[in-house]
């Protein structure tokens, strides 16, 4: 999982890992007023997941209205 720093919520597919289908996440973003994400400040290889852009694929454009992570509050 991925947010930028516009509020882009990248969690729905990691490139190269099976997936048999994108289930709900982008229709939970779509057309709500608030979306709060919570998660790890890093990934399992120790890089940020706040990103300036997101890397992966993207479930929704600007949907993130606060972050919660182990490290701080967006």
């Known amino acids: 999982m991925e947010v930028s720093q516009e509020g ?3 969690n ?3 490139p190269g890992k099976t997936f048999k289908a994108m289930g709900g996440a982008m229709e ?6 608030n ?6 400040h890093l990934n399992e290889f ?17 949907v993130v209205n606060t ?3 182990d490290l701080a509050v967006f």
């Open 46 to 62: 120790g890089q940020p997941k706040v990103l300036e852009n997101c890397s992966l694929p993207l479930t929704g454009q600007r």
């Open 8 to 10: 882009d919520l990248a």
């Open 28 to 33: 939970l973003v779509h057309g709500v007023e």
């Open 12 to 14: 729905w597919v990691v």
């Open 67 to 69: 972050l919660i992570t």
């Open 35 to 40: 979306v709060v994400v919570a998660m790890t």
